[in-house]
């Protein structure tokens, strides 16, 4: 639930919204591509909140047929229906103490916006042929990836709901603006995926990392997360390589064909960065020495490329799967931790890399 994972401004932004919006007890919308990490933002959220020890409840508009979805969220009495034959409480009420995250809530149907609304601005509601007005506490938190001003334009959103709900909104960004975050989540994911299949893989060939650097990722980190476990299973040495990754540049990046010395330059460092990273697992002295830098030139040049972070997410155990992991960027410790048991070089010294800089 702890597990969000991100160093850009991008997402530090999102976590300084996540950690304002969890102090309060209003609606939440959450918008973004798919796989951005909505849902995890909501959990996020709720985990955050007071309301924390309460359940957090999801249920996917989109999912549910709409002749069931009045009864899955509101609940019914018996023989309400055909099949009704005993009283069912809805996901709102199973929530009640704790969260209901709505997904896809530009699916809901125009009769089932106008019963959320109503909960919302007054917190009751009725079971589907229930004549008792019930009252719960449930705090909503919705979401889309589709935009809902058009529907509202489209006259299939209520612009009423969409104003109750978004009065916190919070936008998650595609993966293709969070700069070296794909980098850095494809570190974690590596070493998550390398925990539970205990293979020898230690970290991404210089190809690989070029390959997901420049992937536009149109499925967001859903996509990257299973790419690399696909990777990892697919690999058979040490380093992940591009043909693990199966990338294959349909969906790069716009880019110069040329690249300028600095703009080289700048890519070969992180490249070296991140290897390092990778392999001493954020432990600062031995990727100092490897790369034959002085400590501080170390962070000056982790604080230029946005990788600071990075050590958070790579020096939290992960040997075992059920550890739990504070969010990168949210957490506010990081200890160093005795993974790296193996001596390993990265092999080009990042001086070396620095004399072509201005
Ligand atoms: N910042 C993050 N750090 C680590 N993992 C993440 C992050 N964001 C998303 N993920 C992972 O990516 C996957 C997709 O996330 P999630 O289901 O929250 O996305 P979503 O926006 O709800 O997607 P959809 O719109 O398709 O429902 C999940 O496995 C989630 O754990
Ligand atoms: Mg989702």
Same mark, same amino acid.
Not at 231 to 239: I, N
Not at 344 to 353: D, F, I, M, Q, R
């Given at each position: 639930m702890d597990d969000m994972v991100g160093a850009s401004s991008a997402i530090c932004a999102v976590f300084d919204k996540i950690a304002k919006v969890a102090t309060t007890e209003m609606p939440?919308?959450?918008?973004?591509? &798919?796989?951005?990490?909505?849902?995890?933002?909501?959990? /996020?959220?709720?985990?955050?909140?007071?309301?924390?020890?309460?359940?957090?409840?999801?249920?996917?508009?989109?999912?549910?047929?709409?002749?069931?979805?009045?009864?899955?969220l509101f609940g019914h009495e018996r023989g309400a229906f055909t099949g009704a034959v005993q009283q069912k409480r809805g996901k709102l009420e199973a929530a009640g103490g704790g969260t209901l995250f709505l997904d896809e809530v530009g699916d809901l149907l125009?009769?089932?916006?106008?019963?959320?609304?109503?909960?919302l601005q007054g917190g009751t509601f009725e079971r589907v042929g229930g004549q008792e007005t019930l009252h719960v506490d449930t705090r909503v938190i919705a979401a889309t990836n589709v935009d809902l001003k058009a529907a509202i334009g489209q006259n299939r959103f209520r612009e009423d709901l969409y104003y109750r709900l978004g009065v916190l909104h919070i936008h998650l960004p595609p993966l293709r603006d969070r700069?070296?975050?794909?980098?850095?989540? /494809?570190?974690?994911?590596?070493?998550?995926?390398?925990?539970? &299949?205990?293979?020898?893989?230690?970290?991404?060939s210089a190809q690989a990392i070029d390959a997901l650097r420049m992937h536009s990722w149109p499925g967001n980190v859903r996509e990257l997360s299973n790419r690399v476990r696909?990777?990892?299973?697919?690999?058979?040495?040490?380093?992940?390589?591009g043909q693990d990754l199966d990338l294959d540049g349909e969906d790069r990046h716009a880019t110069d064909s040329l690249d300028s010395l600095r703009a080289a330059h700048q890519r070969i460092e992180t490249e070296l960065l991140v290897k390092a990273l990778t392999l001493h697992r954020g432990n600062m002295s031995r990727i100092a020495r490897d790369l034959q830098v002085s400590r501080s030139t170390l962070y000056r040049k982790l604080k230029q490329y946005g990788l600071e972070k990075i050590t958070l997410a790579l020096t939290q155990p992960i040997a075992t799967t059920k550890a739990r992991r504070k969010?990168?960027?949210?957490?506010? &410790?990081?200890?160093?931790?005795?993974?790296?048991?193996?001596?390993?070089?990265?092999?080009?010294?990042?001086?070396?890399?620095?004399?072509?800089s201005s």
């Open positions: 939440v919308l959450l918008t973004g591509e &798919t796989g951005t990490g909505k849902e995890l933002t909501a959990q /996020a959220i709720h985990a955050r909140s007071v309301r924390k020890q309460g359940p957090f409840v999801p249920i996917n508009c989109a999912a549910i047929p709409e002749t069931l979805l009045e009864s899955e125009p009769s089932l916006q106008v019963k959320l609304l109503r909960f700069g070296g975050d794909a980098l850095l989540m /494809a570190m974690v994911f590596l070493q998550q995926a390398v925990a539970t &299949t205990h293979k020898a893989v230690r970290g991404f696909r990777a990892v299973v697919m690999s058979e040495g040490e380093e992940i390589t969010p990168v960027g949210i957490s506010d &410790t990081g200890k160093n931790s005795s993974m790296m048991t193996k001596e390993c070089s990265v092999g080009t010294p990042l001086e070396s890399a620095s004399q072509v």
